[in-house]
Every structure is written in structure tokens, then in C-alpha cells.
């Protein structure tokens, strides 16, 4: 019978063994990264309490022979600790069920805790294990989100007053939280819908390997919110923009964007731009025909999968051989 245990220094060499052996050369870079952040993860989780799950947490799976097949990551979406993505997974050749068994003991052990959500985001070429995820383990494709690589400026706009954003805050979180899911469609509020502490400024900032910078832009009159910006960078080079407007104000949506853009010129004249584009906000259309009027690039696009924890869906499973490699970075 497989054995499931929480990651501990001893399995480190195991894991790095295995990413190597499944990942191709594109994704050795993950094995990297993975390898010197498994210690850091492990101090972080014993110095915080379960209650406030600030940080990732991976489990691994053996075979009767005492053989690592897998290992999946998760993490408790910051601001709602009853929702958790999933964030790694990666499974040796022909290891399907223990996949399935690794997924299924998250949402056992969590969801016995009180998580009445698990997601997470594919890139849609990645067939195999949507079909691990979907028919072996009862999530359902709810929508889609994309990356976009900004490969010009040309849509910038320099005649505007950037007094009129401002600097958010957490009083702010509960106009972003309105702002974000009333833009949401019907069809996916129940599964996508956002609390008001996810909007939430982190504590302890100096904690985090990533920086975050969020702003507004208030109507004047009665003081809700046209838009909510958020930018991103782990290292002050590659920076991701995701920007919260509805269609009612899209007409706003490229000097919102040049505002972002010459935040991060303050800090950096040199760096790449991303801007991630939700399918499932009413706005997500119209921001794409923006995108592609532009000649930005689609670099990928992700299938978002979710599991109500109350919501069981069975269905035959199926089995595949490849290896998995999923390893999902946040934006």
C-alpha cells in the first residue's frame, strides 16, 4: 500500500532525483528553484501555526518498495484559508494512481478541516492531467484565464493625471472584493467568488520572495471604485500586471495600463511585462480583443479546474503512462 507523509529533509534528495528525471530541459529550471525552497518551507511551517497557512505545503508518496512516485505542493489562498490551490505536482512514469491518491488525501485532510475549495490552473495543452484531475478525481473545468507578454508600448498614454490613482489600502479591500466579483459571471461566482481578506495587504512583507504594489482609481462623485491594479515582480526585471475593471469602464482600461507601466519604469527602466486576462470576468472579452489589437502575445493559456468540497462528481477513470510535471507559478 502507498505511503503519504509530509515532506521532510530526508526526502530532499529523493525529490531532486525524481524532478530531474521527469522534468525536459525547459522545466530543469523548477528542479532548481523547488530544490533550495523545500528547507525554507519547512522553517516557515514551523514557526507559523496551522491556524494561519501562509505558506506552501508538500506531501510525498512511496510505493511498497519504498520508492518515491510523487509529490503534489499546496497552498491556502492568502486571505481565505478555506480555499486552497494546488500548486506542484509531480508524478513518475506510470504513476496515475498514485496521483489520484495524492490529490484525494489533500482533500480528505483539508477539507475535514473546513476547505470547501481546491483549484487549480493548467495550461490547457496539458491533457493528461486535466484528465487526471477531472475524471480521476472529480474537479470540473470552471473557466480559463491567460498570460500575455507585452511586446510594445505603443498603446501608452501620457496625457492624464496621475494624481487622480491612488495608493490601496486595506480599508480599500472591501470596494476590491465588490469591484472583482460583481464583474464575475454568474455562471462561476460560486467557485470563483473572492473574500474581502484576499485583497488584503500581507503582514510581514519581508517574508515573501515576491513584491506587490496595488492601486486604485476612485470615481470622484461617489467614491467606488473604477478600477483595481496589481502589479507583481519576484525579481525588479519580469513584472505582472493584473487589472480589475469593468466593461462599463473599459473605455479607461489603457490609461489604467499606462499607469501601471510608468510605476514600474520608476523602479526599473529594463523589464519585461505580463499581464494576466480572466475569461471569467465580464471584461475578460473585451480586454483580449485589446491585447490582440495591440499584437501582444498569448504565451499560454490556463484551464482553471475546481473542487467544491460538497460538490463530489464520480466518473470512470482513465490511465495514461507519461510522467507529470505541473508547476504553477502565481501571478
Known sequence: MAKIKKIKFSDILKVKKLISIVCNDKAMSYRRLFYSSVPVTYLQNLVYSVHLRRFPE??????????????ITVKAQTGNPFKWQIQRLFLDKNSYEEGKQLVEYIIAKFGARGVDTFYIAINDN???LIELFIKGCGFRLCSSEGLWAVSNMNFLVSDFNENIFKNFKNADSYKAAALYNDNIFPLYKYSLTKEVGEFNDRFFQGFYSDSDFKYILEDKNSKQLK??????????????IDIVIPPIY??????????????IIKRNKNFKLYIKNRKYLQSGEMLE??????????????????KDFFKTVKEQTGTFNNAVVFNRFEV
Open 289 to 306: 480583443q485589446f491585447f490582440k489589437e495591440n499584437k501582444f502575445e498569448q504565451l499560454q493559456n490556463n484551464a482553471i479546474l475546481v
Open 58 to 71: 508538500s506531501y510525498v508518496i512511496y510505493d511498497n518498495n519504498n520508492t518515491l512516485k510523487g509529490l
Open 126 to 128: 496539458n491533457q493528461e
Open 250 to 263: 473599459i473605455d479607461l482600461y489603457p490609461m489604467v495600463l499606462s499607469f501601471a507601466v510608468k510605476k
Open 227 to 240: 478600477a483595481f491594479i496589481e502589479i507583481k515582480t519576484l525579481d525588479n526585471s519580469n513584472y505582472f
